[in-house]
C-alpha cells in the first residue's frame, strides 16, 4: 500500500518531505493523515494549487518571528523541552473565516502562558509548560466556543515529564484522524493504543511511528516491565523478585517515564509499552 507522499510523488515528482533538507521556494501543506509536503511555487499552475488545497491544507506562510520559531521547532528533531509540558494539536471545523482569529482569542484568553501556534487555517498546536490548564475545564471551553462561535475543534494532547517536541507532534498528526467526537480532548497514548491494534494501517507505519519509543526501551527496560506485569504492576512485590530495593525501582521507572513519555506503574502506559516492545519483537 503506498503511503499518502508516495501518492503524491506519483503526480508531482519534486514534492519534498518536510523532512528533508528542502533549500528551494516551496508552497507547504497538510494531507488529511498529517504528512507534511513542499511543492515547488515555480512548478505550480494557479490551476493546480487551486486542486492541491481541495484535499490538503496550506501552511499559513504569513508569520510573525515568535510563530515562525515554533513553527520551525516543531518539526526539529534536536528540540527539547527540559521540563514538563503538554502539547496538544487541534483540528478546527467551522464555515465563517474569521472564525479561526475568534478561536485563537479565546485560546489566548483561557490559556495566557500557553504558547499558541497557528499551522493552518484548520490546525493549531497549543503547548504549556509553566501552568497546565484542567482538561475538563478545556473541554468546557470547547463546548462554548462551538455553541457561540461554531468552530468545533477535535483536540490529541501528550503530557511529558521532558523530552523532544517533533516525535510528539509528529504523532499527533498521525493520532487526530482517530479523534472522532469534537469538543473532547483524547489523550494521545489512548488512540495511540487503538491506533497499533488496527488492521488497516501498515506494519511499517506502525513500527516508524513507536520507533522513538522503543528505542529507549533497552533489555533493562523489558525486564522491568515484563517483571511489572508478572507482578500485577506491584511496585513492592516486583522489587522483591528482582532483588531491589523499592526506591531503586522507583527511581528506574522514574527514568523510563522521562525516556518514553509513560509511567509503567500506570496499568495503561504499561500496557502501551509492551504492546510497543511486542510490535517491535515482530519485526
Known sequence: ???????????????????EDASGDYVWYKAHDGTVFGLPKTELTERERRLVSLWATPFVTTLDSVQALWHGR?????????????????????????????FVDVLRDFMPSAVIIVMTA???????????????EFEDVLRAVAGDFYVEASVV???????????????????????????????????????????????????????????????????????????TLNVSHTAKALFMHRNTLN????????????????FHDASLLQLIVTLHKSE
Open 1 to 19: 500500500m503506498l503511503t499518502t507522499f508516495e501518492r503524491i510523488k506519483s503526480i508531482f515528482p519534486s514534492v519534498v518531505h518536510r523532512s
Open 74 to 102: 516543531l518539526f526539529d528533531d534536536a528540540f527539547r523541552i527540559e521540563r514538563p509540558f503538554r502539547l496538544s494539536s487541534l483540528a478546527l471545523h467551522y464555515q465563517e473565516p474569521e472564525a479561526l482569529e475568534t
Open 122 to 136: 484548520r490546525h493549531i498546536e497549543v503547548l504549556e509548560t509553566e501552568t497546565l490548564v484542567d482538561m475538563a
Open 157 to 231: 494532547y501528550s503530557e511529558r515529564p521532558l523530552g523532544a517536541l517533533a516525535p510528539l507532534y509528529a504523532e499527533h498528526q498521525v493520532l487526530l484522524p482517530l479523534a472522532k467526537r469534537s469538543i473532547k480532548a483524547y489523550p494521545a497514548s489512548q488512540l495511540l493504543y487503538h491506533y497499533l491494534l488496527q488492521d488497516h494501517e501498515s506494519f511499517a507505519a506502525r513500527l516508524r511511528l513507536t520507533e522513538t519509543t522503543h528505542q529507549a526501551l533497552d533489555a533493562t527496560a523489558r525486564e522491568l516491565l515484563e517483571a511489572l506485569f508478572a507482578h
Open 251 to 266: 527511581y528506574r521507572l522514574d527514568r523510563l517515564y522521562e525516556a518514553t513519555g509513560y509511567d509503567a506503574r500506570q
